[in-house]
């Protein structure tokens, strides 16, 4: 048995067709939750008329947070499920992902996580991916630290793992998910499959990416948080803290050249405090 999470802020006309693309499945055998972070566009009405039927639906809806993973983390507390699978409300799944990733569990039954390739839509246009050069599957710690290479749309877990983390960070409004899968990869490795499964929709306004216009500062708090909380040892913390360093550095550059001096010597701290 499988849990579908997708979490969802007033996006309905991309949720139906999210959904839609959950219920195209070949595989059948999934509870489906939407996790609602207070919706006003009338999701909830929707929603609860597809509850009606069918009973492995369920609705839930949260006093809005804006935090994407504690909205994701919400909706597994109720996951009756073996598996975990997220589908971000503006994202697609191809009708055979559900069945491919539970195949690769049965032929590979000490793997824990697993993700697949996607393709990524920006309004009508396909963009090009020949530029990604990293490592998608084994261990993959050090190609993760640099960016987020997984997908939140693309995963499937068994729920054991996500419970052993503790799921998604609640108090990070961007990058929740790359620093979740920091956690992971730098104890497990990472099963792949490599065929688009998946359609990741992009540029619309209401993203988050496109709300700041950059995330990287995101991606600085959550590796400075794991390093302050002493997650990574050894080699894994020599390379986190390498990434932070670097990446510091290059928003530091980014602030003076803005005029914010006081924000660049923030960074500039950490860079002195980190480097290796």
């Known amino acids: 048995m499988l849990t579908i999470i997708i979490p969802t802020y007033n996006r309905l006309p991309f949720l139906k067709s999210a959904i839609n693309s959950v219920f195209c499945q070949t595989y059948r055998r ?58 971000d409300s503006d994202d697609l799944w191809k009708p055979e992902k559900l069945a491919r990733q539970i195949a690769f569990f049965e032929e590979h039954p000490d793997m824990m996580i697993c993700h697949t390739r996607e393709i990524w839509q920006r309004g009508e246009k396909i963009v090009s991916q020949a530029g990604q050069k990293h490592r998608r599957s084994g261990y993959i710690f050090a190609d993760a630290l640099k960016k987020c290479i997984i997908g939140p749309s693309t995963v499937m877990m068994r729920r054991e793992l996500f419970e052993e983390f503790g799921g998604f960070r609640e108090d990070l409004e961007i990058a929740e998910d790359y620093e979740l899968w920091l956690r992971i990869t730098a104890k497990y490795p990472v099963g792949y499959i490599d065929e688009p499964l998946v359609i990741k929709r992009g540029g619309h306004a209401d993203q988050l990416s496109e709300k700041y216009g950059q995330i990287e500062v995101f991606r600085i708090k959550a590796l400075l948080v794991n390093l302050e909380a002493g997650i990574f040892a050894g080699e894994q913390r020599e390379l986190a803290a390498r990434e932070l360093v670097r990446k510091c550095r290059i928003y530091a550059q980014g602030c003076e050249k803005r005029g914010k001096v006081e924000e660049a010597c923030w960074y500039r701290e950490i860079v002195q405090r980190y480097q290796v």
Do not use: W
């Open 30 to 87: 999934f509870q489906l939750i939407i996790a609602d972070d207070g919706s006003t566009d009338g999701t909830g009405d929707n929603v609860q008329s597809l509850n009606n039927s069918d009973e492995n639906l369920r609705y839930l809806r949260l006093p809005h947070c804006g935090m994407p993973g504690k909205v994701r983390n919400a909706g597994a507390r109720l996951a009756t499920g073996d598996f975990l699978a997220f589908l």
